[in-house]
């Protein structure tokens, strides 16, 4: 079946350090990728998505790639602010799946 | 309009209490999802609606009942919860079953049974 891996975390930077978190995934056919953003006490929010090979999301100053010959699609940001400080969940979507696969998600925390 | 509205926010139960959970979107969705989450992890999926009928049991508990008004509601009936049962509950919308596009999140409902 589908899956998805993320990096470990937690991870902890000092502000306008560069973040990556990596991501990868296994899966049949072409599924749509995406970086959800959960802030504490919310719920989770889109970040950023791509629905095939070679598409850049991006937003908020957040960028990721769709490599199908690598299966993956890695989250970076050039400088981070206290305000990233969340966690960060890689998911895909396959057709016809009818339901999300999700990675077990990377804490993120900014000092300033 | 790209919310989706969950009430409440807060809910503490007794394991005795019926309570429930309502989800509301307005996007013209037609596949809608109940996720359970607890700290730390990714939401794990309990239930998926498709044009108002359940498509995805993932074998849920009883105690736990799910239900489809119309279109744009999606409710969660819960009775004599467990303790373990605390934890965020996470609906969820996406335009169709079927397809690969984005599901749009609620802010949940963090839910404690004591």
């Known amino acids: 079946g589908d899956s998805v891996t993320q990096m470990e975390g937690p991870v902890t930077l000092s502000e306008e350090a560069f973040l990556t978190i990596n991501c990868t995934y296994t899966?049949?056919?072409?599924?749509?990728l995406f970086w959800y953003v959960q802030y504490p006490g919310e719920g989770l929010q889109l970040l950023l998505k791509?629905?095939?090979?070679?598409d850049k999301g991006s937003n908020k100053g957040f960028e990721a790639t769709y490599r199908k010959e690598t299966t993956s699609f890695h989250l970076e940001k050039g400088s981070v602010q206290v305000s990233d400080s969340a966690v960060y969940f890689c998911?895909?979507?396959?057709?016809?799946?009818?339901?999300?696969?999700f990675g077990d998600g990377t804490t993120l925390t900014v000092k300033p | 309009d790209t919310e989706v509205t969950q009430t409440p926010k807060h809910l503490v139960m007794g394991m005795t209490n019926k309570k429930s959970l309502k989800c509301e979107q307005h996007?013209?969705?037609?596949?809608m999802y109940w996720y359970k989450q607890k700290a730390k992890k990714p939401p794990e999926l309990m239930f998926v609606?498709?044009?108002?009928?359940?498509?995805i049991n993932e074998s849920v508990p009883s105690r736990f009942s799910p239900e489809c008004p119309n279109s744009s509601l999606l409710n969660l009936h819960l009775h004599a919860l467990q303790p373990e049962d605390s934890a965020l509950y996470l609906c969820?919308?996406?335009?169709?079953?079927?397809?690969?596009?984005?599901?749009?999140f609620g802010q949940g409902t963090r839910l404690t049974v004591v």
């Open positions: 998911a895909l979507r396959n057709t016809n799946a009818g339901k999300s696969t």
């Open positions: 791509a629905t095939k090979a070679d």
């Open positions: 996007m013209g969705h037609r596949a």
């Open positions: 609606y498709s044009y108002e009928k359940l498509s």
């Open positions: 969820a919308s996406s335009q169709s079953y079927g397809g690969n596009t984005e599901a749009f």
């Open positions: 899966a049949t056919g072409y599924p749509s």
